[in-house]
């Protein structure tokens, strides 16, 4: 078993682009496609042969085992749309929602945590001003699989769910259908957060990627 037990792949190429400042630059991610500051993650599931660098966001795609995944992604029923797609959708909104936000002078943690809460409490969304929201029509869109996720694993965890995949047994040729099964419909929707060192980092990665893209 890889380190990715989804399966899971990026589904494009990428570009190393040097930073104007000396800086590690910047490149596009492997999986969602979009610009990134930094130098990027290896990806080490299936195609890493190919040198693959993806974002800390779609990183999360092939460390489904941390410890703080279940707060950072979803699991989602979408067998009609790819995880890169996926991931781009997510992103393009979650940029968008910061760069609103940093344009009313609403760049704390705290009014970005607000926004989150209001994504799948359209009530709460009301205090928002109506240019939030596509962004967030769109990402409870796509959350919206998750019920039907949970229904077809009775699980929401991503973490359980990794582990259970990792100990099927791989000989039994029903379990591997049912494998298959899963791996076709089921993708990770990133929520918005992530952590590191139980700090939310995300709003910061998004500053700097919206630097990236020219206003």
């Not at 078993?1 to 991610?29: A, H, V, W, Y």
């Not at 930094?38 to 990183?59: H, Y």
């Not at 699980?155 to 099964?181: F, Y």
Request: overall charge neutral.
């Amino acid at each position: 078993m890889t380190s990715d037990p989804f399966f899971l792949q990026p589904g494009l190429d990428q570009e190393i682009r040097p930073g104007k400042d000396g800086s590690d630059g910047s490149f596009t991610c492997a999986c969602c496609g979009l610009p990134s500051p930094g130098a990027g993650l290896p990806w080490t599931g299936p195609s890493s042969e190919a040198g693959f660098r993806v974002c800390p966001v779609c990183n999360l795609l092939q460390d489904t085992s941390r410890a703080a995944i279940d707060a950072e992604a979803m699991l989602v029923w979408w067998p009609e749309m790819s995880q890169a797609r996926l991931m781009f959708l997510a992103r393009t909104a979650h940029q968008t929602l910061r760069l609103m936000a940093r344009q009313q002078g609403q760049s704390d943690r705290q009014f970005w945590e607000t926004i989150l809460k209001a994504i799948p409490d359209p009530l709460l969304g009301t205090q928002f001003s109506p240019s939030f929201r596509t962004p967030m029509t769109l990402l409870r869109l796509l959350e919206s699989r998750r019920a039907e996720a949970e229904h077809r694993l009775q699980s929401g965890s991503i973490r359980q769910v990794t582990t259970a995949m990792r100990l099927c047994g791989s000989a039994d040729e029903a379990v591997q259908r049912n494998l298959t099964l899963l791996r076709a419909g089921l993708r990770i929707l990133p929520t918005g957060r992530l952590l590191d060192a139980g700090a939310d980092v995300y709003p910061a990665f998004l500053d700097k990627a919206l630097a990236l893209t020219p206003s």
